[in-house]
T-cell receptor
Framework: GNSVTQMEGPVTLSEEAFLTINCTYTATGYPSLFWYVQYPGEGLQLLLKATKADDKGSNKGFEATYRKETTSFHLEKGSVQVSDSAVYFCALGIQGAQKLVFGQGTRLTINP | EAGVTQFPSHSVIEKGQTVTLRCDPISGHDNLYWYRRVMGKEIKFLLHFVKESKQDESGMPNNRFLAERTGGTYSTLKVQPAELEDSGVYFC????????????FGPGTRLTVT
């Protein structure tokens, strides 16, 4: 079946630290991969995406590379800010099925 | 452009009662999706409308859940009768095109069944 496994949270870092949130997936076919972010009191927002192997998605200083050989899509940021505090969800979309399959979410807290 | 809106933001009901959640998609978006997150776990797909038709309802947990989208605009999700395990956050999303997965999410409705 199709599934996404995310790094267990919560994650707490100091401002300007390096961030990695791990995400691995299991999928039939050729999925597209996504990171969504939910800031406090808001809905999920698409942060970045990658549609094929070796693609790198990037936005707001965050990056993730679609690694088919390791079935991974780890989220990274070189220097986090307090405003990055949120819940991050890794997700995949299967070609031919319009639904998204999400991981369990990782709560990130950045302390000043 | 207004985003996806959901009402209410929070609902507290007793076991056995009925609750109706509403979602207003972005204007012009034919595709509307319902998802839910239970107990801080993963967000799970419930169903997908294309206009007023149910395209995929494979994620609906049981027949206590009824989703409608009359006229292809807003959608409602009714839970009747509610059970304790239905507690969670219900998200609605919409998209103009189904194939690229760029779904725009609402803030969610937090449902608490006591």
């Amino acid at each position: 079946g199709n599934s996404v496994t995310q790094m267990e949270g919560p994650v707490t870092l100091s401002e300007e630290a390096f961030l990695t949130i791990n995400c691995t997936y299991t999928a039939t076919g050729y999925p597209s991969l996504f990171w969504y972010v939910q800031y406090p009191g808001e809905g999920l927002q698409l942060l970045l995406k990658a549609t094929k192997a070796d693609d790198k998605g990037s936005n707001k200083g965050f990056e993730a590379t679609y690694r088919k050989e390791t079935t991974s899509f780890h989220l990274e940021k070189g220097s986090v800010q307090v405003s990055d505090s949120a819940v991050y969800f890794c997700a995949l979309g299967i070609q031919g099925a319009q639904k998204l399959v999400f991981g369990q979410g990782t709560r990130l807290t950045i302390n000043p | 452009e207004a985003g996806v809106t959901q009402f209410p933001s929070h609902s507290v009901i007793e076991k056995g009662q009925t609750v109706t959640l509403r979602c207003d998609p972005i204007s012009g978006h034919d595709n509307l999706y319902w998802y839910r997150r239970v107990m801080g776990k993963e967000i799970k797909f419930l169903l997908h409308f294309v206009k007023e038709s149910k395209q995929d309802e494979s994620g609906m947990p049981n027949n206590r859940f009824l989703a409608e989208r009359t006229g292809g605009t807003y959608s409602t999700l009714k839970v009747q009768p509610a059970e304790l395990e239905d507690s969670g956050v219900y998200f609605c999303a919409s998209s103009q095109w189904a194939g690229n997965y760029e779904q725009y999410f609402g803030p969610g409705t937090r449902l608490t069944v006591t």
